[in-house]
């Protein structure tokens, strides 16, 4: 077994019907882009009654048809927000925890020492998060899980991953191992996973291989670590835009 194979996206997503949410962070093949994608999937009808949406900077789940939202608590929530050199990603609102925190000038893990996983029981959906630090023309990032350390919900285990960046690589990190029912949890490391150069062809890549049935949405961000422009797309299974 190689432990430091790094899978391309053809490879890795398809295996797996269900993976949740799910965030990957890394660096491009030609080390001029710090690169962070987010997706969500579902299965419920509230699940999938959802778009991305950019507003102030900040990116957001919304739903689709307003009419049809059963309970919002956990499905709508900013997803991606910037706090000066950082940039957060993650599957709910803790996001805004992590952001609060980093005006603190607490470390991503201390900031979500107040959350734990979702109240969905019995799935008990972890929490997963990046954060992306930028400097000098370069970055590092960070990844955390909150999930359940059992069946039942008794406790919260948490798991923090540091990386530095590295060209062509990425991590993947999500909710579910697969499908099920209960949702069996994330377990061990963030998979590695490759990285193009091309925003538009790894966007495009990553949701052909996603579940037709089950993926939602795709946000994809290109920044450039020499300047720090950045470009993006976002890609809705109920309406596309750019």
Same mark, same amino acid.
């Given at each position: 077994?190689?432990?430091?194979?790094?899978?391309? /996206?053809?490879?890795?997503?398809?295996?797996? @019907?269900?993976?949740?949410?799910?965030?990957?962070?890394?660096?491009?093949?030609?080390?001029?882009?710090?690169?962070?994608?987010?997706?969500?999937?579902?299965?419920?009808?509230?699940?999938?009654?959802?778009?991305?949406?950019?507003?102030?900077?900040?990116?957001?789940?919304?739903?689709?048809?307003?009419?049809?939202v059963q309970d919002p608590s956990l499905i709508i929530y900013p997803a991606l927000r910037e706090y000066k050199n950082c940039l957060i990603v993650t599957n709910g609102?803790?996001?805004?925890? /992590?952001?609060?925190?980093?005006?603190?000038?607490?470390?991503?893990?201390?900031?979500?020492?107040?959350?734990?996983?979702?109240?969905?029981?019995?799935?008990?959906?972890?929490?997963i998060s990046s954060l992306c630090r930028f400097e000098d023309g370069s970055f590092r990032y960070e990844m955390s899980i909150l999930k *359940?350390?059992?069946?039942?919900?008794?406790?919260?285990?948490?798991?923090?991953?540091?990386?530095?960046?590295?060209?062509?690589?990425?991590?993947?990190?999500?909710?579910?191992?697969?499908?099920?029912?209960?949702?069996?949890?994330?377990?061990?490391?963030?998979?590695?996973?490759?990285?193009?150069?091309?925003?538009?062809?790894?966007?495009? @890549?990553?949701?052909?291989?996603?579940?037709?049935?089950?993926?939602? *949405?795709?946000? /994809?961000?290109? @920044?450039?670590?020499?300047?720090?422009?950045?470009?993006?797309?976002?890609?809705?299974?109920?309406?596309?835009? /750019?």
């Amino acid at each position: 077994m190689d432990i430091y194979k790094i899978h391309t /996206v053809q490879e890795l997503i398809p295996t797996n @019907t269900y993976w949740g949410r799910g965030i990957i962070t890394g660096t491009s093949a030609d080390d001029n882009w710090a690169v962070n994608a987010y997706f969500i999937m579902g299965r419920s009808a509230n699940s999938r009654n959802r778009i991305f949406e950019k507003r102030d900077g900040i990116l957001y789940t919304a739903p689709y048809d307003p009419s049809k939202v059963q309970d919002p608590s956990l499905i709508i929530y900013p997803a991606l927000r910037e706090y000066k050199n950082c940039l957060i990603v993650t599957n709910g609102d803790h996001t805004n925890t /992590v952001y609060n925190g980093l005006k603190k000038r607490l470390s991503l893990q201390t900031s979500l020492e107040e959350r734990t996983f979702e109240p969905d029981a019995p799935n008990f959906t972890p929490r997963i998060s990046s954060l992306c630090r930028f400097e000098d023309g370069s970055f590092r990032y960070e990844m955390s899980i909150l999930k *359940s350390i059992d069946s039942t919900g008794s406790g919260c285990a948490r798991y923090a991953f540091s990386y530095p960046s590295k060209p062509g690589l990425g991590h993947f990190i999500h909710t579910y191992l697969q499908d099920g029912d209960p949702i069996p949890s994330f377990n061990g490391e963030p998979e590695r996973i490759a990285i193009p150069n091309s925003m538009e062809e790894f966007a495009d @890549t990553l949701w052909q291989a996603l579940n037709p049935d089950n993926k939602i *949405s795709l946000y /994809v961000r290109y @920044t450039q670590l020499s300047t720090g422009e950045m470009t993006e797309t976002i890609i809705n299974k109920n309406r596309s835009e /750019v």
